[in-house]
């Protein structure tokens, strides 16, 4: 596939190393400019561009940037695009936005109304970097780490769900993008490495 990685931080650049390793072209940007990634781009054999550079044709787009910056991007230009938002709200970094905090709303859903038009998919961001680089095993390991997907597209949701599973993780359906505040931080399902059936128990016992 043809990806763009929105991002270069611990997760932007974690994936972008890993998806290139299974053959797919992709083009990172970050808020610094392409000249900020010359050592990850010959490091992974990956495109270094803007933000339209990497959304531009792309099968999909990943988004990993501080939550705080996403309405910066230019909404339009994603219209239409699968995007995995692999991010988390951090009030110490990101301010206070009131109906994050209190969680009436999820941060996907946040985001999505920031990038009308785009079909969002939350992904990647339970899972620890180095372990997302590291511990990635073939299908039907018994130390298969599971790691859940949330998103209202349902082909774009198997899209997401593929991907993670060709990267040596078993996907979990998560349900709606309204409630994959049950993958946020705070939950048991953060920051954890559960198999398949705990991810699934981890969702259930979430609680707002």
Same mark, same amino acid.
């Given at each position: ?5 929105? !991002? ?71 219209? !239409?695009?699968?995007?995995? %938002? ?26 999505? %109304? ?21 511990? !990635? ?6 130390? =298969? ?24 993780? %078993? ?14 931080? %705070? ?12 991810? =699934? =128990? ?7």
């Amino acid at each position: 596939m043809r990806i763009g990685i929105i !991002g270069s931080g611990h997760i932007g650049g974690t994936l972008t190393r890993r998806l290139r390793a299974l053959g797919h072209e992709v083009t990172v940007a970050n808020s610094r400019g392409p000249e900020s990634l010359t050592q990850l781009a010959e490091e992974t054999g990956a495109s270094a561009g803007t933000v339209e550079q990497a959304v531009d044709g792309a099968d999909l787009v990943v988004v990993a940037i501080p939550l705080l910056a996403v309405p910066a991007l230019p909404a339009s230009i994603f219209d !239409g695009t699968v995007v995995v %938002d692999a991010n988390n709200y951090y009030p110490q970094r990101d301010g206070d936005i009131a109906e994050l905090l209190d969680r009436s709303l999820s941060s996907s859903r946040w985001t999505a %109304d920031h990038l009308k038009g785009a079909r969002v998919v939350k992904a990647f961001n339970n899972i620890q970097a180095r372990h997302l680089l590291e511990q !990635g095993r073939p299908a039907g390991s018994g130390d =298969r780490i599971a790691l859940p997907v949330a998103g209202d597209d349902a082909e774009a949701k198997r899209l997401v769900m593929d991907l993670v599973d060709a990267l040596g993780f %078993d996907p979990v359906d998560a349900g709606s993008l309204d409630g994959s505040w049950r993958q946020q931080p %705070d939950t048991p399902v953060y920051g954890t490495d559960r198999d398949a059936a705990g991810v =699934r =128990r981890g969702l259930a016992e979430a609680r707002p």
